[in-house]
């Protein structure tokens, strides 16, 4: 993975201004640049829940030549078409694949989809954005690094909380010491639906935790054990516990959930120096440094000694500078398209986590057993 640098979006827009064949005044009398042929024509296929979110971004930056929006149901391309007018639209992938002008694909659709669009429009020569997961397999997933390692294409995944000023700060926190010797992180995603129809919750919403986890520690974990239940449909867990150990003793809690009645999005990362809590629902201050924890007397004389002191300091709250994550991730994938660097999620970080998730499935199906993480080769 790259640096955690933030993106500079703004960097990327000047570029289209200076690329652009000069400002048109529109008839609103509003100063825009001319299309950029320079800039990447980009297609977003699935305009569910979150599709339309990309077009979006992809219209504001206006870092892109063209965007194509494609879903195979009406009613969600003319939704798309009523918001955002000048894109256009169609039914069929293949015309998108056909289209030489596109050269960057957003995969929107459902996880059970993923590979099989991924994998054709990398075989047409495009650059793909996958949407998290990478793949529903460790195989499918080194496949496709595989496949646009051969095509000489970008390959990215949307971890979209890498992208995230919160994310990106605490591991900054981390990498400084400040908190110390990393204990353990404890993560809750959980709140009431969006059942997924082809994926069990874990595969849902863990990917989030897990993707910000090994990013935050820098490191792989090597085995897992995940236990889960379903209520609803039969073999879709809608409930499900996952702990991930790492070497030196450094554990990993991650509770997900449909079916809770509150939407809660909380880390707790516990360090030997200081402890952090990360609450993606608040408004504002969504990190919290709490300068506590515990020591433990080395010599003590008499029994009344042996006991641990615990230390109450205060609670430190970084300045963030926050924009939607989402632009953020949009502006890396054209960046990315457009010079061949590597992006922060690439092909390798989606695959290490659809590892995990694979590993962490035989368990939830083996009644939660230890399962050794085997982390597929391209
Ligand atoms: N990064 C995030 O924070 C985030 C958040 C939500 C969802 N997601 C991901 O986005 C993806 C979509 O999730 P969703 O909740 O929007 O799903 P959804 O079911 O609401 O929408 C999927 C859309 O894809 C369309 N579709 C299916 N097959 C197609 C095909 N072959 N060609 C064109 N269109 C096709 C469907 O008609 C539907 O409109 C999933 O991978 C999900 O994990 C990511």
Not at 51 to 67: D, E, I, M, S, T
Not at 128 to 148: C, D, F, G, M, N
Request: aromatic share 8%.
């Amino acid at each position: 993975m790259n640096d955690s640098d933030h993106i500079d979006q703004r960097h990327l827009c000047e570029k289209s201004l200076t690329y652009g064949e000069g400002p048109m005044v529109s008839s609103n009398g509003v100063v825009r640049s001319a299309p950029d042929t320079r800039l990447p024509g980009v297609a977003v296929v699935g305009l569910g829940y979150w599709g339309p979110n990309w077009v979006r971004n992809f219209q504001q930056l206006q870092c892109a030549h063209r965007v194509i929006a494609c879903d195979l149901d009406a009613r969600r391309r003319n939704h798309v078409k009523q918001l955002h007018p000048s894109v256009e639209t169609t039914a069929s992938f293949d015309d998108v694949l056909r289209d030489s002008e596109v050269e960057g694909v957003v995969i929107a659709t459902p996880v059970s989809t993923h590979y099989r669009l991924a994998r054709m429009a990398l075989e047409s020569g495009k650059s793909v954005l996958v949407e998290k997961p990478l793949a529903t397999s460790r195989q499918e997933a080194a496949e496709l690094v595989r496949l646009a390692q051969v095509r000489k294409r970008t390959l990215m995944v949307g971890h979209t909380f890498l992208y995230s000023a919160p994310v990106l700060k605490t591991r900054e926190i981390i990498q400084s010491g400040e908190l110390g010797e990393i204990f353990y992180i404890s993560s809750v995603r959980a709140n009431l639906g969006l059942f997924q129809h082809d994926v069990n919750v874990a595969w849902d919403l863990a990917t989030h935790d897990i993707s910000i986890i090994l990013w935050l520690l820098d490191r792989l974990p090597h085995s897992v054990t995940c236990q889960g239940q379903s209520h609803y449909r039969s073999d879709v867990e809608d409930v499900a516990l996952l702990t991930l150990h790492f070497s030196g003793k450094v554990i990993a809690f991650i509770h997900v959930s449909w079916l809770d009645p509150n939407k809660i999005r909380r880390t707790t990362i516990v360090g030997s120096r200081k402890m952090l809590v990360y609450d993606d629902t608040a408004s504002q201050e969504k990190l919290r440094i709490y300068d506590r924890g515990v020591s433990m007397q080395r010599y003590y004389d008499t029994f009344g000694e042996f006991q641990f002191s615990y230390r109450y300091g205060d609670i430190l709250i970084p300045r963030l500078d926050e924009s939607e994550p989402l632009q953020q991730e949009c502006a890396h994938f054209v960046d990315c398209i457009r010079t061949g660097s590597q992006p922060r999620t690439d092909g390798v970080n989606g695959l290490q986590v659809v590892s995990v998730l694979e590993a962490a499935n035989l368990s939830m199906r083996d009644s939660g057993r230890m399962m050794p993480i085997k982390y597929g080769t391209v």
